[in-house]
């Protein structure tokens, strides 16, 4: 009698899980040698990314610190508890529910220059850092300001004049600073989210270590230069190497010169970088507490002063208040700001980042409210700006 060769269901079940387990080495094999040859974070990385809070991304990344200022300047304070309840999605609703709902870390507002409000979730308070994502733009645009005040830098200069490396022989060669700052520059670098395309796109200017490689990589147009507004993360970045380069330091020193030290921020603070001693991610990586988030809102709120210090000049608050550009339909932009709808009535605008950190400033009512968070990309921000706007309605 012969012996039954065939394999056992154990022995199949087995085979597969060896043909399985050789399958993902491949794969997570050919995902590194990809990565490391694309100037890319690696497979470790991103999966540590993908399990980290948005509010804490920037531990991950190499940074350069800026420091507190030697003379800090606290924030008078006057507060007082939050309204019980203010509307929300066309309803009353509990005004702590609506900041748990949102997944608020920290939430500050300041009327007339104090702190009337402040509430923190658990495990956040006044001196836990977090990463700004966009609100970053915002600050860029307060240094070029400066720089163009000094005379130093104009809006008609073209990016190649500043970053002669860039210089491809095509429209992109015209390019402008004017452009950059209010998202007309066309460059072709997706504005996608998403996080199953880590390389491409702004996730690309997220996970590169060679921002100077992927930037010359992706100098492709969707539109004429000037022609129109479209809301694109490049442009930002392009600014921030543009105001480093011009003022010959790395972003985050001036940042501590320009603007920690004179607002008088109460703690260091960090600006990722593509690598360690590389340049700065300025479209989206600065990592402040509430506290010196909000003395960039003061700043801007004071016309630009800091007691009798004209620190950032007049006419630049004017030009970020007041909308030039439709970046996203029915959100007007000026100089990296945003007018959100219904600006019209309420002349509010706003220095805002994905997943919900916001810089709200409403000079008729003299309120500036920080919120940062760990919410939905895009999500609700028009009724969280309602709720910003009913607050600042109660500003005495």
Not at 49 to 62: K, M, V
Not at 128 to 151: M, N, P, T, Y
Not at 278 to 284: L, M, N
Not at 366 to 393: C, M, N, P, W
Request: charged fraction near 25%.
């Amino acid at each position: 009698m012969t012996a039954d060769a065939s394999p056992t269901p154990r022995h199949r079940i087995r085979k597969a899980l060896v043909a399985f387990a050789v399958v993902i080495a491949l794969l997570v094999g050919g995902l590194f040698a990809y990565t490391s040859a694309k100037d890319m974070q690696g497979p470790t990385f991103i999966a540590r990314f993908l399990f980290t809070r948005t509010s804490d991304a920037g531990t991950l990344f190499d940074g350069r610190t800026i420091d507190a200022a030697a003379a800090e300047h606290p924030i008078p304070e006057s507060v007082r508890p939050l309204p019980s309840t203010v509307q929300w999605m066309g309803k009353p609703l509990a005004t702590e529910k609506v900041l748990k709902t949102t997944k608020t870390n920290s939430f500050m507002v300041l009327c007339r220059g104090e702190v009337v409000h402040e509430w923190y979730a658990e495990k956040s308070d006044r001196t836990r850092r977090q990463s700004s994502w966009s609100v970053a733009k915002s600050v860029v645009s307060l240094l070029v300001g400066q720089l163009i005040g000094e005379g130093k830098l104009t809006e008609d200069t073209r990016l190649v004049e500043v970053l002669p490396e860039f210089k491809n022989g095509t429209d992109f060669d015209t390019i402008t600073v004017a452009d950059l700052l209010d998202m007309k520059s066309g460059i072709d670098v997706a504005e996608d989210y998403s996080y199953f395309k880590p390389f491409s796109g702004v996730g690309g200017l997220l996970m590169t270590t060679d921002l100077v490689g992927y930037l010359k990589d992706n100098r492709g147009l969707r539109f004429d230069p000037g022609s129109k507004s479209e809301y694109r993360s490049v442009d930002a970045q392009y600014l921030s190497m543009i105001a480093s380069r011009v003022d010959g330091k790395p972003l985050a020193e001036m940042a501590k010169e320009r603007l920690w030290d004179p607002i008088g921020a109460e703690d260091d603070a960090v600006w990722s970088l593509d690598s360690k001693g590389g340049i700065e991610k300025g479209f989206a990586a600065l990592n402040a507490t509430p506290r010196d988030f909000a003395k960039i809102g003061l700043l801007v709120a004071n016309n630009g002063k800091v007691g009798d210090e004209q620190v950032v000049p007049a006419a630049w608050i004017k030009r970020i208040s007041t909308p030039v550009a439709e970046a996203y339909p029915d959100w007007m932009y000026a100089a990296q700001w945003w007018h959100p709808p219904g600006h019209e009535t309420h002349h509010d605008f706003m220095a805002e980042g994905v997943y919900g950190q916001y810089v709200y400033e409403n000079p008729a009512n003299h309120t500036v409210i920080v919120k940062l968070s760990d919410y939905g990309a895009e999500q609700d921000e028009e009724e969280l700006v309602d709720v910003f706007r009913s607050l600042a309605g109660s500003c005495t």
